[in-house]
Structure formats: structure tokens, C-alpha cells
């Protein structure tokens, strides 16, 4: 149920995005040739009274086809628009992914009773770094590593992060008393504790404060959460150029909706299953909107790039610049990519098969 689920989820999202570009598209007074949700061949079309919109088989991607005149004669097409124009339209895909993200966040969190803070109220006996030196009670932890803290979310997913790296410790920076301090290489590790049940639990031994989620709190929440998906994304790049995993780690659309499923799945009630969904959804909602806006040719961040570096040349040169050429490099990028995506489709099912990646 859940593999389906994640499978309609995937498909939204695509078409959220699509979405974007066509309601710009058609607001900016541009001709749209075709909408389509999916890939391959059609199984449901409809005209209307210019623009083809058609389902097509394949769930994973879809377009906006715009009418394009290289010469700029027809004034509708997209590429006789003036370039502020064309830029609104190609980020109004992102855009749209990211409202959407913001939306499904906001539902998600709607009865929010409370959120966990920064702020220190209690250290576990024992703590070993506890005092003017180290970490005391109504301290707020700053920053780690000289990554800004907003929640207790920040706080574990930072520490997880310099555990996996295999850090002994972390740079702190705290607030006490108005005044920010620096720890440098401040050792936090898990240790073993014993929760009210009597049960071992390993955490750092630090209680943070609670945040009463009022309506306020819930969405200044709910659009921290959102921005915040920006930077896992960006650390997540971070971490993949520093070699910490490579490209054989990389999930295609097949992995994530796998992945969308098996949180689904692993969730101990369907509402909460449904719950996991939705809240991955969002991520990758944010992840489009942001892969897509990256400077890289044939994605419409891509194409945003080749916009000002074309008024660049032209405004020194006081020539037009043959868009023939911009079409070759957004050409042999889109084979890349396409290449991209069929070693990912490939090493997902060798991972599903259990045949290859990290199983």
C-alpha cells in the first residue's frame, strides 16, 4: 500500500512542478504546447483550446513544453520573452515545489503540542563536562562545528553527523548570561543512561527546553523546517564532495519511492505510516526545488545561468549570441544526465535485487 502511496506522492510532486512553470508560462502570456504528468507513451490526452495536456505511462518526470522560436518571431514563444520574464518562469517551478513542501509541513505539525529547544535545563548526573568550563543549566547551545542550532532537531542531526565522521569532538559555541563563548573541541559522546522505565538508553545526558507549540510556534516551525531541508541538502552535497559516500549511494526514483515505502511501512500505525510519507514527500519536494535551481546545463538553474552570461556577452560585444549554441551544451548535458539516470534506475534494482550498493 505504502509502495503505491509513495509512487502517487512521487508523481505530485512532479506535477506540482510542471505546475509552476505552465501557471507562469500562461500568466506571462506564453503559447504551452503541451502539459504532460509521466513519461513515455500517452494514455489519456486532452486538447484544449491551445495546450495539449496528456497522462503518459511512466510516473517519474513529466513537462511543460513552451513554444520555442529560436528567431523570436513569434512573440509568444518563450524565447522572444524579455529575460526577466523567462527567468520568473523557469523558477516558478522550484518555487511551486517549495510551497508545497511548506503546506505538507505545516499539516504535518498542525497539533504540535511542543517543540524541543536549545537551551540547557538539565545535565544527567554524572555529566562529565559539567561547570564554568564546560556546559551548565540555562546555557543555549549556538552552533556546532559552526552550524547555527534553532531546535533540538539541529542539535542531534549535527551531532549524528560528527559520530558518523567518527569525531571525538565538536566546536561549540554558547550563549550564557548575554555573552557567546567559544568550546573548542569540546568532547560530547553517548553514553549509557537509565531512563524512568529502568531501561539503558544511550543519549549525550543534556535536557533541552520545550517550546509551547502555540499557532505562531507551529508555523515559524513549519517554515524553519522547510529552509532547514535547504541546508541538509547542502551538507548533504558537502559530505558526497568530501568523499564521506559516493555516487553508487545515490537512490533514482525507483530507491526513493523503495525508501518512501519502507518508512511507510515501518511506521507502527498507517496514520503514522501515511505520516512518514508525507513528511519525506516534502523533503524531496524541497530537493527538487533545489537540484533543479542549481547551476548546472539543461536544469532550469542551468538555463537561468546561460540567461545572464548571454546578456553578458551581448553587452560587451553588442552582439546577439546564437542560442544554437547554448542548445549544445544544454544537449550534451541533458545525455549526461540522462546517463545519471540510468546508472541510478540500475543500481536501484541491483540494490532492491540485493545485488549490488550497500544492500
Given at each position: 500500500?505504502?509502495?503505491?502511496i ?8 512532479i ?7 505552465f501557471?507562469?508560462?500562461?500568466l ?7 502539459f ?8 489519456l ?12 505511462l511512466?510516473?517519474?518526470?513529466g513537462?511543460?513544453a ?6 523570436a ?7 522572444a ?9 523557469l523558477?516558478?517551478?522550484g ?10 509541513i505545516v ?45 533540538i ?16 569532538a ?6 550564557r ?7 573548542d ?6 553514553r ?8 539503558p ?18 508555523l ?5 523546517t522547510a ?10 552535497i558537502?559530505?558526497m ?30 496514520r ?12 524531496i ?6 537540484m ?21 556577452i ?11 549554441y547554448e542548445?549544445?551544451i544544454?544537449?550534451?548535458?541533458m ?13 536501484d534494482v541491483?540494490?532492491?535485487a540485493?545485488?549490488?550498493g550497500?544492500?
Amino acid at each position: 500500500m505504502f509502495i503505491a502511496i509513495a509512487i502517487i506522492a512521487f508523481g505530485i510532486l512532479i506535477a506540482v512542478h510542471e505546475l509552476g512553470h505552465f501557471t507562469a508560462a500562461k500568466l506571462l502570456g506564453v503559447r504551452v504546447n503541451e502539459f504532460a504528468i509521466g513519461m513515455g507513451p500517452k494514455i489519456l490526452k486532452k486538447q484544449g483550446k491551445e495546450t495539449l495536456y496528456t497522462l503518459r505511462l511512466l510516473p517519474f518526470g513529466g513537462f511543460c513544453a513552451m513554444e520555442e522560436d529560436e528567431e523570436a518571431v513569434d512573440d509568444r514563444s518563450f524565447t522572444a520573452q524579455k529575460r526577466w520574464r523567462r527567468v520568473i518562469i523557469l523558477l516558478a517551478g522550484g518555487v511551486a515545489n517549495f510551497i508545497a513542501a511548506f503546506i505538507i509541513i505545516v499539516i504535518l505539525f498542525a497539533g504540535a503540542q511542543g517543540f524541543g529547544g536549545t537551551t540547557i535545563t538539565a545535565l544527567d548526573d554524572g555529566f562529565p563536562n559539567a561547570g564554568e568550563h564546560g556546559l551548565m543549566v540555562g546555557d543555549t547551545i549556538v552552533s556546532i562545528n559552526g552550524e547555527r542550532l534553532f531546535y533540538i532537531d539541529d542539535f542531534q542531526m549535527f551531532m549524528n553527523l560528527a559520530e558518523n565522521r567518527g569525531d571525538r569532538a565538536v566546536d561549540l559555541v554558547i550563549l550564557r548570561d548575554g555573552e557567546r563563548i567559544a568550546l573548542d573541541r569540546f568532547p560530547l559522546e553517548r553514553r549509557e543512561f537509565i531512563n524512568e522505565a529502568g531501561e539503558p538508553v544511550m543519549r549525550f545526558g543534556i535536557t533541552f527546553n520545550s517550546i509551547e507549540g502555540t499557532a505562531w510556534q507551529r508555523l515559524r516551525y513549519s517554515g524553519y523546517t522547510a529552509i532547514n531541508y535547504v541546508r541538509i541538502i547542502r551538507v548533504s552535497i558537502s559530505e558526497m564532495i568530501g568523499g564521506a559516500f559516493g555516487v553508487r549511494d545515490m537512490h533514482g526514483a525507483v530507491g526513493i519511492i523503495g525508501e518512501m515505502g519502507n518508512i511507510g511501512q515501518a511506521a507502527p500505525t498507517v496514520r503514522a505510516g501515511v505520516g512518514n510519507v508525507a513528511y519525506m514527500t516534502a523533503f524531496i519536494g524541497v530537493n527538487l526545488a533545489v537540484m533543479n535551481l542549481l547551476p548546472i546545463p539543461a536544469l532550469d538553474g542551468g538555463r537561468i545561468l546561460f540567461l545572464f552570461i548571454s546578456w553578458l556577452i551581448e553587452k560587451i560585444t553588442r552582439r546577439k549570441l546564437d542560442p544554437k549554441y547554448e542548445g549544445y551544451i544544454h544537449a550534451a548535458a541533458m545525455v549526461l544526465l540522462m546517463g545519471l539516470m540510468v546508472f541510478t534506475l540500475v543500481n536501484d534494482v541491483l540494490r532492491i535485487a540485493g545485488v549490488g550498493g550497500n544492500g
